[in-house]
């Protein structure tokens, strides 16, 4: 009756709030060696969520290294082998908590590092991640593209300059590190950013980007093709739907949330980044088509 009325096709989808759900499956065995992953959940410990992301993990990625980098104060009694980092809140937490972000995220790394674990997914607490095989799905991405920074779709946007997501980050260990380590932000430093990239308020997502891209000596220029450029050289994008992310916060009900048949570009597809890599990779194997007789394959 719904759609009678709307004129739109409505459709829903389910996922288990508890890792002793019926509706969670026997899993098949990964065959995979998670022992050279870190999963670092960083923020605060949501009551209920936060618990069961990790027993969820442990049952989809059995021997991956969980670290969970929180604050003191914060209640983790209910956790069970998993690394934990208490950390202290930074006396100026900045404008959209990047601060809190920022030390939570590099604690978690840094063990990461110092457990001489490989790679790291950088994740939140109040998201959970319910694909099989996704540590080795993006491990083999890299494999495929060189080490970069995987991001998700709908937290970056092909329309936005320099708005690379944060909130869900895989790569290596040392590349997650250049991500972090990044001057904490002031009240100084904020209005700076704004100033640089021509913004009307502060975005997290964008300091991060910029100091990223400042790290690894980019020859930065405000403008669209300068973005593409840098997203095809150090970064990718995957979709949500891949490694069926769960956020909990927000629009959480909208299955695909920032999806939207109005505004074209609002998120960062994967179809979109590999475009952008073929178009300015010099390393992507061209085909080129040799008269009509055929294709030849050459390397750029």
Known sequence: MYENYAGV????HLRPKFDYSPFVDERIPTTSDNSLYAIVIQGPIIAKFTSETVKFYKRNYPKANIILSTWKG???????????????????????????????????????????????????????????NCLTFMHNLLKCFGDRVIGIDFCSHLNSSFFF???????????????????LTTP???????????????????????EFLKRKNWDFELTYENYYRA????????????????????????????????????????????????????????????GGSGNKTISS
């Open 165 to 183: 997501g944060d909130m869900f980050l895989f790569s290596s260990t040392q590349n997650l590190l250049d991500y972090f380590s990044c001057p």
């Open 231 to 290: 997203i095809a050289k150090f970064c990718l994008s995957v979709g949500s739907e891949e490694i069926d992310l769960f956020w909990l916060k927000g629009r959480r009900f909208k299955e695909h949330r920032n999806q939207s048949y109005t505004r074209y570009g609002h998120t960062f597809p994967f179809k979109e980044w590999f475009n952008l890599y073929v178009k300015y990779s010099t390393k992507v194997v061209q085909q080129v088509n040799d």
């Open 9 to 12: 096709y409505f459709s829903y």
């Open 188 to 210: 100084e430093r904020e209005n700076l950013s704004i100033e640089i990239l021509e913004t009307e308020g502060f975005l997290a997502e964008r300091y991060l980007f910029y």
């Open 74 to 132: 914060e209640d983790v009694s209910g956790f069970e082998n998993v690394h934990i980092i208490l950390n202290d809140k930074p006396l100026y937490v900045g404008l959209r908590n990047i601060n809190l972000q920022i030390c939570s995220s590099l604690a978690g790394i840094k063990m990461a590092q110092s457990l001489k674990i490989p790679y790291v997914l950088k994740t939140r607490s109040d998201q959970r991640i319910y694909g099989l």
